[in-house]
């Protein structure tokens, strides 16, 4: 069964800088695609990014689009989230998730076709 564990949150200044890990083990994520998710205090669980299992296929939601950047290392079966100019919006507990992917090129935006689910690491944004 595949477990992913995230991790790389932290307190942040605005316009600071994190990337975040997503590791997985029980399994290879060669088939399977990435996404990341956010949960913000009060707020619904928020699409933010995802990956195809080849790496092919990335997306990203309009209000981080240009400042994080979604990439894969299948050798070492993580997915990153790089954060940068981070803004106090930002502010939420990140998750990632699985689906299984044998296209190559699926980017999944919706929760409900993930499979696999971390528990979350927390991203604070703040002065």
């Known amino acids: 069964q595949l477990q992913l564990v995230e991790s790389g949150g932290g307190l942040v200044q605005p316009g600071g800088s994190l990337r975040l890990s997503c590791a997985a083990s029980?399994?290879?994520?060669?088939?399977?695609?990435i996404g990341w998710f956010r949960q913000a205090p009060g707020k619904e669980r928020e699409w933010v990014s995802c990956i195809s299992s080849s790496g092919g296929s990335t997306d990203y939601v309009g209000s981080v689009k240009g400042r994080f950047t979604i990439s894969r290392d299948n050798a070492k079966n993580t997915v990153y989230l790089q954060m940068n100019s981070l803004k106090p919006e930002d502010t939420a507990d990140y998750y990632c998730?699985?689906?299984?992917?044998?296209?190559?090129?699926?980017?999944?935006?919706?929760?409900?076709?993930?499979?696999?689910w971390g528990r979350g690491t927390q991203v604070t944004v703040s002065s």
């Open positions: 029980g399994n290879t994520l060669d088939y399977y695609g």
């Open positions: 998730a699985a689906l299984s992917d044998h296209t190559g090129i699926h980017c999944g935006k919706v929760p409900y076709e993930y499979d696999y």
